[in-house]
Nanobody
Framework: QVQLLESGGGLVQAGGSLRLSCAAS????????LGWFRQAPGKEREFVAA????????DYADSVKGRFTISRDTAKNTVSLQMNSLKPEDTAVYYC????????????WGQGTQVTVSS
């Protein structure tokens, strides 16, 4: 069974940085992509960034391009999201998720970690 456990959230001032980590376990992820999503109060969950496990190919939402960087450590089975130049509108619960490359839907989700950016 796939398990995803996020860590690294917290409170930061605008312009600051945070690094989120997601520990993935339960299977070999070579045929998977892992992503980060976020959900702000009163809003729908939205895509933030994703990375393929095998080739490390990345994708980003326009709103975070140039500020956030997703990476993976295949030896430690972790995916990280480095968030720089944070803005108050980045405040949300951030979720780690996993999906098979051949599928379009993320089937596995972590419990989420809160990120709060103060102005």
């Amino acid at each position: 069974q796939v398990q995803l456990l996020e860590s690294g959230g917290g409170l930061v001032q605008a312009g600051g940085s945070l690094r989120l980590s997601c520990a993935a376990s339960g299977r070999t992820f070579s045929s998977y992509a892992l992503g980060w999503f976020r959900q702000a109060p009163g809003k729908e969950r939205e895509f933030v960034a994703a990375i393929t496990w095998r080739g490390g190919h990345t994708d980003y939402a326009d709103s975070v391009k140039g500020r956030f960087t997703i990476s993976r450590d295949t030896a430690k089975n972790t995916v990280s999201l480095q968030m720089n130049s944070l803005k108050p509108e980045d405040t949300a619960v951030y979720y780690c998720a996993a999906k098979l490359l051949v599928g379009s839907r993320y089937d596995y989700w972590g419990q989420g970690t809160q990120v709060t950016v103060s102005s």
